[in-house]
T-cell receptor, first 112, second 112 residues
Framework: DGGITQSPKYLFRKEGQNVTLSCEQN?????MYWYRQDPGQGLRLIYY???????QKGDIAEGYSVSREKKESFPLTVTSAQKNPTAFYLC???????????FGQGTRLTVV | SQQGEEDPQALSIQEGENATMNCSYK?????LQWYRQNSGRGLVHLIL?????REKHSGRLRVTLDTSKKSSSLLITASRAADTASYFC????????????FGSGTRLQVQP
């Protein structure tokens, strides 16, 4: 089955900790994206990558970091510099600019 | 930045009725897409309409695009309880950022 997989589904972070959210796709897509969604809100772009070893900041990149060492993988690290990280995080991939995006099932991150 | 703004924010209708959601955006676009999100899940692509198209159909979905007014509408005909979800428009702005920008969404409740 082709698709995009996010893990874990739920994640709890203590104050001051860094955590990494996993995103893997087997759709052979060049482009991958990370979005943040707060309750009752739309999606805000954190980072995106159009090709391996290259990525760009989105609208709310502060306190987050990413890497794109493999085409299939685009992990997101939420650092201690992110002051309000509790949110629903969505990863997506697409075959290119302006094409249909395929989303994972999301990771719900809670700071405890 | 929120490129698209959906209207209304919430909509409650009876099964069998039609549901209309509107999206306004700010900049010129290559295409506009509509997505559906069930509660706590990832987004699913519904339909894409290009900037040179005015109307598109897919099953019970009808999408219109008016680039002069920078607006789009999504019509769901003969709604079903299973259509209950949030619906988002997303734009590919065609310059600079190579990622979709999402609106704030319309929460649709279809009463059986």
């Amino acid at each position: 089955d082709g698709g995009i997989t996010q893990s874990p589904k739920y994640l709890f972070r203590k104050e001051g900790q860094n955590v990494t959210l996993s995103c893997e796709q087997n759709l052979n897509h060049d482009a991958m994206y990370w979005y943040r969604q707060d309750p009752g809100q739309g999606l805000r772009l954190i980072y995106y990558s159009q090709i391996v070893n290259d990525f760009q900041k989105g609208d709310i990149a502060e306190g987050y970091s990413v890497s794109r060492e493999k085409k299939e993988s685009f992990p997101l690290t939420v650092t201690s510099a992110q002051k309000n990280p509790t949110a629903f995080y969505l990863c997506a991939s697409s075959s290119g600019r302006g094409t249909e995006a395929f989303f994972g099932q999301g990771t719900r991150l809670t700071v405890v | 930045s929120q490129q698209g703004e959906e209207d209304p924010q919430a909509l409650s209708i009876q099964e069998g009725e039609n549901a209309t959601m509107n999206c306004s955006y700010k900049t010129s676009i290559n295409n506009l897409q509509w997505y559906r999100q069930n509660s706590g899940r990832g987004l699913v692509h519904l339909i894409l309409i290009r900037s040179n198209e005015r109307e598109k159909h897919s099953g019970r979905l009808r999408v219109t695009l008016d680039t002069s007014k920078k607006s789009s509408s999504l019509l769901i005909t003969a709604s079903r309880a299973a259509d209950t979800a949030s619906y988002f428009c997303a734009t590919d702005a065609g310059m600079g950022r190579r990622a979709l920008t999402f609106g704030s969404g319309t929460r649709l409740q279809v009463q059986p």
